[in-house]
């Protein structure tokens, strides 16, 4: 069965090798060390915990775990990899100083992945978020090391995929230790694949854990000087936009401003893909000009007129979730198009009224949660379109403080009330570092 896997690997590769060309600096990112060529690690005879995250969502996610981990186990080295040049980035920004070492995630080859688990010998291998790489999970155990997935989320969507070849994913699940998962309904999922139950345990959404750092507070300090940000500003953020959001919220931040023409709006986007920033600039541009607005963008250099801008373009990595804090309202993008949602939980850390679209099952039952204690707002599919559902809610919002405290709070306790999924992850992790000890 893993020899079919790696043919249908090789069949997908040489097929994408067209846009690894077209689009490298986002597809060839660490392509050298995802062959399997990394830097000699030192190991200076300690440990290792391989702590695997995606891309940003899942670094982000990571930052309390890493914390944790490090005061848990300060005798062990940490590993940390990603796949996208975007995680690869914050990574190198947030764990700096944290890590041994900080790679990209080699290929699910067997040659890449047997040179990678040879130069760093990790004796713990944690995937975030049911990243399920058959010959990685494969090759490590073999190698004898353990194998865990922690903050582990399965949508029904995902479960449905799998489920189409569910014989081969059963026996890639032999080799997982433990699924630490995020609820009872992805518990089941990944049971329902082939997962023995008693290696199964719901812990949480280690999201929930997430708070700022001096670091965040510098940052913002910066932003709001340069772009003129207080409290004689409404400022509105689109986060995690995916294509045809912006331009729901441009149309909803024409409307509101316009309607409400004695206050100073201001609307910060936040694309999800960096490689979508020059055509979502342009698109904000030409919006600006026929309105008679200004538009500036993050990444540029410094303006004597920045603090002029109505609509500014976010276009960085690892940012946003500092930006929250300075938010009247904030827009989850993802969910006005069927991609499925991106999280709620940073903005709600920070007590934000949160606007999301229909499309939410990437989340379900964080969104469930939410509508449950009334700390968010949804739309839904009926009739109109999304513009005028997201014009309307952020002007009932600005009319209605009691409605957006009311919002922010409800969040905040949401939060507040899930807490605590770092500290249960790292307890159920102690004694696969050392099942004699538990330490």
Not at 43 to 69: F, M, Y
Not at 102 to 107: A, S
Not at 353 to 367: A, K, R
Request: hydrophobic residues 40%; charged residues 25%.
């Amino acid at each position: 069965m893993y020899s079919i896997y790696s043919l249908l690997l090789t069949l997908g590769f040489l097929l994408m090798s067209p846009l690894f060309l077209l689009r490298r600096e986002k597809y060839a990112s660490g392509f050298k060390q995802r062959l399997g060529n990394y830097p000699q690690f030192i190991h200076e005879g300690r440990k290792v915990i391989w702590l695997h995250c995606v891309s940003v969502g899942e670094t982000n996610a990571a930052r309390p775990l890493v914390d944790q981990l490090r005061e848990a186990f300060p005798d062990h080295r940490l590993v940390i990899s990603t796949t996208t040049r975007t995680g690869q980035e914050l990574a190198q920004k947030i764990f700096s100083g944290k890590a041994a070492a900080i790679i990209y995630f080699p290929f699910d080859w067997k040659f890449s992945v047997c040179k990678a688990l040879e130069n760093y010998k990790p004796s713990l291998v944690l995937l975030m978020e049911t990243e399920i790489w058959p010959r990685f999970i494969r090759e490590a155990k073999q190698s004898g090391a353990n194998v865990a997935i922690v903050n582990g989320r399965l949508s029904e969507r995902s479960f449905n995929r799998y489920s189409r070849v569910r014989s081969f994913v059963q026996t890639v699940l032999v080799d997982i230790d433990l699924a630490l998962m995020q609820a009872e309904s992805d518990t089941k999922r990944i049971l329902k694949l082939g997962l023995s139950e008693n290696r199964s345990h719901v812990t949480g959404n280690l999201k929930f854990d997430i708070s700022d750092s001096e670091d965040d507070a510098s940052l913002v300090g910066d932003f709001v000087r340069r772009f003129g940000i207080d409290d004689r500003v409404f400022t509105i953020i689109a986060a995690s936009t995916h294509h045809l959001e912006e331009a729901l919220m441009l149309e909803a931040y024409s409307y509101v401003s316009s309607l409400n023409s004695t206050t100073k709006f201001k609307l910060i986007i936040a694309p999800r893909h960096p490689e979508r920033f020059a055509n979502v600039a342009d698109s904000c541009r030409v919006f600006c000009k026929d309105e008679s607005l200004q538009f500036e963008q993050r990444s540029n250099l410094l303006q004597p007129n920045d603090h002029k801008a109505d609509i500014i373009l976010l276009d960085s990595i690892g940012e946003l979730r500092s930006i929250y804090s300075i938010a009247n309202i904030v827009v989850v993008g993802g969910s006005f198009i069927p991609h499925g949602g991106q999280s709620v939980l940073e903005p709600a850390s920070f007590g934000k009224p949160i606007l999301i679209g229909p499309h939410t099952h990437n989340f379900e039952e964080v969104i469930r949660i939410f509508l449950e204690n009334k700390a968010l707002v949804q739309g839904d599919d009926s009739g109109f379109p999304h513009s005028k559902w997201l014009s309307n809610e952020i002007d009932s919002l600005f009319q209605n403080e009691e409605r957006r405290h009311r919002l922010s709070t409800n969040a905040l306790h949401v939060m507040n009330d899930h807490r605590g999924a770092t500290k249960r992850t790292v307890g159920l992790l102690k004694p696969l570092l050392d099942p004699k000890t538990g330490s």
